[in-house]
């Protein structure tokens, strides 16, 4: 594959530009330095006729958010028939939307947690749900727009209602689960390891706990029993072929054991677009396994296609 021409997607129209421009030149580089030709695409509205004149070997996809990972950028690809990463249209569409994913995963029995789906406008002054509970975009990443209700609070988060809310009308809002952080990738057709996240400035994994320097840390191996450990590894696996995902995806999880071992352990989403810089989870990941970061993105582009 060395000297095929990779066009490295990046930036894009969504909240998490920022991210994404940080994902594709690590990419990129990493990419120039396994011997590859690399264009970088910083992906606006003009993309398909950026990249029917380039016709690249493979997109590689490092985009992140709505237009990114929603099948929208996907469903362009195959339309031009330019082989790329990640996984195909329906898997990436039905992942965004979480209350649609939720419905997928627990079909293939993946624990989740009670939720339902409303209009923020409907939300009022009364609790949709009993307190502690979490509000989240359905179709947002990079925790923008989370909102946690604590117990004991008296009202929905005003922020529903406001005029300055920019991420869509239609939110889920779902059962706080107390606890640990884990989450888990999954490169084609196996698991990685189990990393949990440890908020260093926040009881929250939010956007700062992710990406500002010092707000969170990784540990991998996560230090929880073996049962559970393998138990997050079958489940994260089952979640990637249940959403019909290709390449490398990432599942998060609530694990709860204040009480007991077993505890109660919850599937909250998969991430079909996971950061790729080379501190990023699913690189580090792959780091535990044995595999560098110039090998783990090799690896995507000999693992690109279409029909994903």
């Not at 594959?1 to 530009?17: N, Q, T, Y």
């Not at 421009?21 to 690590?26: C, R, V, Y």
């Not at 107390?178 to 888990?184: H, I, K, N, P, Q």
């Amino acid at each position: 594959m060395s000297g095929k021409h990779v066009a490295v997607l990046m930036g894009g129209l969504s909240s998490e530009r920022p991210v994404s421009l940080s994902s594709g030149n690590a990419c990129a580089d990493a990419l120039e330095a396994e011997g590859f030709r690399v264009t970088r695409i910083d992906v606006d509205r003009n993309v398909a006729a950026r990249l029917n004149e380039l016709r690249p070997d493979v997109a590689f996809n490092a985009l992140h958010g709505p237009f990114g990972e929603d099948g929208a950028i996907q469903g362009i690809l195959e339309y031009l028939q330019i082989p790329y990463t990640h996984s195909g249209v329906l898997a990436s569409a039905l992942a965004m939307d979480k209350s649609r994913a939720r419905h997928v995963a627990a079909s293939a029995g993946v624990p989740v947690a009670e939720a339902l789906v409303v209009d923020r406008h409907q939300i009022g002054s009364e609790h949709p749900m009993p307190a502690p509970y979490v509000v989240k975009p359905v179709r947002e990443g990079s925790s923008f727009g989370v909102v946690i209700v604590r117990e004991g609070q008296s009202h929905p988060p005003q922020v529903l209602g406001s005029s300055d809310w920019r991420y869509g009308d239609t939110v889920l809002v779902e059962r706080y689960v107390a606890g640990r952080e884990l989450t888990c990738g999954v490169m084609g057709d196996r698991a990685l390891g189990v990393t949990e996240i440890v908020p260093l400035s926040n009881t929250f994994y939010d956007y700062d706990a992710k990406y500002a320097a010092g707000g969170s840390k990784h540990v991998i191996p996560a230090q929880i029993s073996p049962n559970i450990y393998q138990k997050i590894q079958t489940l994260a696996l089952k979640a990637h072929q249940a959403m019909g995902c290709r390449g490398v995806s990432r599942s998060d999880f609530r694990y709860d054991d204040r009480f007991s071992e077993d505890g109660e352990l919850i599937w909250l989403e998969i991430n079909t677009q996971p950061g790729m810089t080379p501190t990023s989870l699913v690189p580090e990941m792959a780091a535990h396994e044995g595999l560098s970061f110039g090998e783990l993105v090799r690896w995507m582009v000999e693992d690109a296609s279409c029909l994903r």
